[in-house]
């Protein structure tokens, strides 16, 4: 199988002559016991011709002060937002074991925005 498909992770941006479809990943970072969300549609995706962008970043520590006094942190909450705004869609994803507080709070700036770029996948209890 051709890859096609191109992987932006933050704090990257993506080209500025990239034409291809963009397609923010946002939702829950918590690990839930099961294989990881982002990789699994990454790899479904890897044949198309998109931008994925992927807030997940291989250098978070978590010792970062999650306040605007952290510059490191103040750059990943506006490379998310940035990159909101500019994708043409935006994938969320939630899970019972967490609450996602702060992807809730996205999903609904996302909603008010621009309704038609949303996408959801929930994993649900019965």
Known sequence: MEQHAKIVMAPRRPDSDDKNTSIFLA?????????????????????????????NRPDWDSTW???????????QVWWELDMQEAADIIVFFFHP???APISLMEL????????????LAAVLEM
């Open 108 to 119: 609904g700036l996302a909603v008010k925005t621009k309704p038609e770029r949303v996408h």
């Open 65 to 75: 002060k999650e306040d605007f006094s952290d510059k490191r942190w103040e750059e």
């Open 27 to 55: 939702g829950i970072t918590t690990s839930t016991g099961e294989p990881d969300w982002r990789e699994t549609l990454i790899k479904a995706l890897m044949d198309q011709h998109v931008t994925i962008l992927n807030p």
């Open 97 to 99: 074991s967490t609450e």
